[in-house]
């Protein structure tokens, strides 16, 4: 990747970092809330990305002949199968015990939420298993 691609990813990423920690997705009490459907303000974060998102996916490739930094536009290869579909289950029984998703938890980290260490962690062992279990295919 050119530095100017590298640029990007870190601005991104402080971005969506910056966002996730001014809309309190960083909190798990906040995120447990809103999965018991007592606090609909996330309600809002994750409608605005899957609006924007949308959007972006839809008109962007017919604005732009390439990605600023990138070779094409490709569609992503995803199917639903019996993977998905369990991985989901995990995933979502997880993040309702927990109140942490992967990426709230390392913007939390970047907050000074150092308790979050411990669930990080226990993703990566979780993630090293699958690799483990699966030949590193996933």
């Not at 990305?49 to 002949?65: C, E």
């Not at 990138?70 to 989901?88: C, D, M, Q, W, Y």
């Not at 927990?98 to 308790?115: F, K, R, Y």
Request: proline share 5%; charged share 10%; glycine share 16%.
């Amino acid at each position: 990747m050119k530095p100017m691609g590298w640029l990007m990813v870190l601005a991104s990423g402080a971005l969506f970092g910056f966002g996730l920690a001014l809309s309190t997705m960083i909190r798990p009490e906040v995120v447990l809330s809103f999965l018991r459907w007592q606090d609909f303000g996330l309600m809002l974060v994750l409608g605005g990305a899957v609006v924007v998102t949308f959007f972006a996916y839809r008109f962007v490739p017919k604005l732009l002949s390439k990605p600023l930094f990138g070779a094409s536009f490709g569609k992503h290869p995803s199917e639903l199968n019996r993977s998905t579909i369990v991985g989901a289950a995990i995933f979502g029984v997880g993040w309702g015990i927990s109140g942490v998703c992967p990426g709230p938890a390392i913007a939390g980290l970047g907050a000074g939420q150092w308790e979050l260490l411990i669930s990080v962690a226990a993703m990566l062992a979780g993630a090293w298993v699958h690799g483990r279990l699966t030949g590193g295919k996933g």
